[in-house]
């Protein structure tokens, strides 16, 4: 049977004749181009001959060239990218439907409990409060890098929290000033944020009076890459390393949003983020970007 013979017998109005074609397509599936058999695979309405045309596909997709599956480097690249949509368009639905819903139990709260001010009510809305915040960050960590140039040193010293407890530690700046950079200023102040608030409360449980532990805070810039360093001599993170950075893995008793922010952060600026335990105590965390145009 020729190409021509078996296109017009697929297309016969007769059954007869589209089970002969369905036969020797079966047989031969490149008689014909592969969409004339989806076609008629899709259209027949005679199951033992619509079966015919699906053996042919199957043929068809055992042969076809596969796909090259994707190097280390890019299968990353392409999680990381998933991961920063998934993260944002989850956290975004949740804002959606917890923020009026928070609002409507703190206004009825307030109305229907007499005593509301200072009250385990009142408390826990605050809680909960504080978890959509912690959400609300993580949501704008994830949000797309928007890149200018700027001071990464003045970006860092802005860094520090406006409470007073990381007065109980000795926090102290290596990097040179100025250092001018390129990328998201809002995304390395979120990554900053929390990476030193982590620092910072891995070492208030061994400060005293007498001894407030180190926190080193280093950045600079290689011939590829922006990069800082925050290292600490605090008790270290108590749980799987690859899990720190995971949303609720915190053993501090809070959201466990803090290093999750941070990592999606640096996704957005197409970099990385990892924790290393120290020999003797603590950890570092190193934060790096790619310098525009390195390709990295």
């Not at 009510?121 to 504080?130: D, E, N, R």
């Not at 407030?212 to 270290?236: A, F, H, L, Q, Y």
Request: proline residues 5%; charged residues 20%; hydrophobic residues 40%.
């Amino acid at each position: 049977m020729t190409p021509d013979q078996a296109l017009a017998m697929i297309s016969s109005k007769r059954s007869a004749d589209r089970r002969l074609a369905g036969r020797e397509v079966a047989a031969n599936p490149t008689l014909v181009d592969r969409a004339v058999i989806e076609a008629a695979f899709h259209h027949e309405t005679v199951p033992q001959i619509r079966q015919q045309f699906g053996a042919a596909l199957k043929a068809l997709n055992a042969v076809g060239p596969k796909v090259a599956e994707p190097d280390e480097d890019q299968a990353k690249a392409i999680y990381e990218e998933a991961l920063l949509r998934a993260t944002r368009t989850v956290t975004e639905r949740i804002l959606h439907q917890l923020n009026p819903l928070i609002g409507d139990i703190e206004q009825a709260a307030q109305a229907e409990i007499g005593d509301y001010e200072g009250s385990k009510t009142q408390i826990a809305v605050g809680q909960i409060q504080l978890q959509a915040l912690a959400i609300v960050k993580l949501y704008n960590a994830a949000k797309p890098a928007s890149f200018e140039e700027f001071d990464l040193a003045a970006t860092i010293r802005n860094c520090l929290p406006h409470d007073l407890e990381h007065q109980r530690c000795r926090v102290s700046f290596a990097g040179a000033q100025p250092t001018m950079v390129h990328g998201d200023p809002s995304l390395v102040t979120m990554a900053v944020t929390n990476t030193l608030r982590n620092a910072i409360e891995a070492s208030l449980p061994i400060a005293t009076d007498d001894h407030k532990p180190p926190i080193i805070i280093n950045w600079g810039m290689t011939d590829r890459e922006n990069w800082i360093s925050i290292i600490d001599e605090g008790v270290g993170f108590g749980g799987n390393i690859a899990g720190a950075f995971e949303i609720g893995s915190s053993t501090k008793g809070h959201s466990g949003h803090g290093l999750p922010g941070a990592k999606a952060a640096m996704l957005s600026l197409s970099g990385k983020i990892e924790m290393i335990p120290q020999e003797d105590k603590g950890c570092a965390i190193n934060l790096s970007w790619p310098i525009l145009g390195t390709g990295n």
